[in-house]
């Protein structure tokens, strides 16, 4: 007997069998107990979660022998059809190879005969969305009137690319992408039935790189299989799918934690050694912190297993929450920057490295227990105003550089405190330069307005259209700068602004002051003697727009 592979031999064959799409199930199973069948159902969703099998399900259940069933017999020659991809009432269409409007039409004028063996004529059109749009167009009348005894199960990857004319004729329902532990799951199920021994390490390797599929979980898991000769362990699967331990990407972050960048580069090289995919690698690296940011952040949280239990606890009292946070954002970029790397080894150091700069300056990391504010500069010299000072600017800087000696470090002059208006407030502009806050924490900044201080909260009136911004973790990052150029820990709270205060915002006082130059440069300009002579001998006129004020 030749073999089959565990993706088709596995494939179910009820709804009782499915994983991971009880929503769907539920309401198809509602529908055929109660007789309310739509005629036209559109199941979408990504590759190898169930829509093609839901499908083929729904087509035995409307055509058992022994009667319209959410729980078809499987047994009776129907069933048996089915199942075998036989049946001749069930008529399976590849869109993505019959896109042509003659495909169509020869399932349109099929479609008015009533069916050979079973109750309906079910036709199940897969990748619906590779319909040219002729070939919709010529569908569209059969799905807006069908035949009574006419079924349509439409199957897509990419629903955006149907006509609305076509999903506002169908019912839909969406299929979710599975969970690694929903796949995990049927995997030992499987493996139990098959009498293959496995270690609990391969099946989340092969739960994690099926992403969200149980088809292609199947197929790993074959291809996993043959790879062990017959059994599944943990370094093998990871050798075949190019992934590391996770007590290697542990290594990583303990080194971080520690600001040992000689250890770092010794983990880099151990992970390097196994030719990983390191895209995988910054992937596990990124969950691992999510992981972390969880336990430190969520009362009670409990890890699903307690493998690395101990260790990820003993990580998140070591690290702090906002560095989780940033390395995080380093992980994901640095995985999305791999392709643009001189080779994805240098990426992916490089990655590490970033984590590795963006250290605070005393060259330890922060605990997670407290947010420690950095060690201020010395005070500058006191300001010739009778307005109280700013207390003094943090000082960072970068960690240590790697395998050498750290060089002396020249501390910069002590930064100018912000100015500060009569009422004791800093001074909205001033404090924005001094923060260095440009780019979006510019934009936000300049159309906000210092309204007042309550306690260590700075309460700024923002304009409506950018409130949409000010979320994190833009919002912490923004809190950080203004706390290092006030030398205190602040928060920021925003509300809208009121329309009287909306003028003296930075950005619309720097607008008001480029009207003003251009109006006056352009008055400059018509009141210049020599324009004037030009215009009245020679009939010239000024280029509208051609005038800029200098310096602009």
Known sequence: MSYQVLARKWRPRKFAELVGQEHVVRALTNALDTGRMHHAYLFTGTRGVGKTTIARIFAKSLNCERGESADPCGECAVCTAVDEGRFVDLLEIDAASNTGVDDVREVIENAQYAPSRGRFKVYLVDEVHMLSKPAFNALLKTLEEPPPHVKFLL??????????????????????????????????????????????????????????SLRDGLSLLDQAIAYGGGALHADDVRTMLGSVARGQVLGVLDALADGDGTRLLAECAQIAS?????????????????????????????????????????????????????????????????ALAP????????????????????GTSRPAAERVAPAPRPAPPPAHSAAPAAAPAPAYRAAAPVAAPAPAVREPAPAVPPRRDANGLPNWESLIEQAGLRGPFGVLAQNAVLRERDGNTLVLALQPAHMGMAVEPMLSQMEERISGALGERIKLRFVDIDKSAAAATPAARATQARDAAQAAAEQSIADDPFVQSMKRDFGARVVPQSVKPFGS
């Not at 409990?302 to 560095?323: F, K, V």
């Not at 984590?355 to 605070?360: E, I, K, N, V």
């Open 155 to 212: 199957a897509t990857t990419d629903p955006q690319k149907l006509p609305v004319t076509v999903l506002s004729r169908c019912l839909k329902f969406n299929l979710k992408r599975l969970l690694p532990e929903q796949i995990a799951g049927q995997m030992r199920h499987i493996l139990g039935a098959e009498n293959i021994a496995y270690e609990d390490a391969a099946i989340e390797e092969l739960a994690r790189g099926a992403d969200g």
């Open 274 to 338: 196994y030719s990983p995919d390191f895209g995988g690698v910054l992937d596990d690296l990124a969950g691992v912190l999510h992981r972390l940011q969880l336990i430190q952040l969520i009362p009670g949280y409990r890890l699903d297993d307690d493998s690395d239990g101990e260790a990820l606890h003993a990580l998140a009292a070591r690290i702090a929450p906002e560095d989780v946070q940033l390395y995080y954002q380093i992980a994901i970029g640095g995985r999305r920057d791999l």
């Open 343 to 362: 080779d994805a080894r240098t990426g992916f150091e490089m990655a590490l490295l970033r984590m590795l700069a963006f250290r605070p300056g005393d």
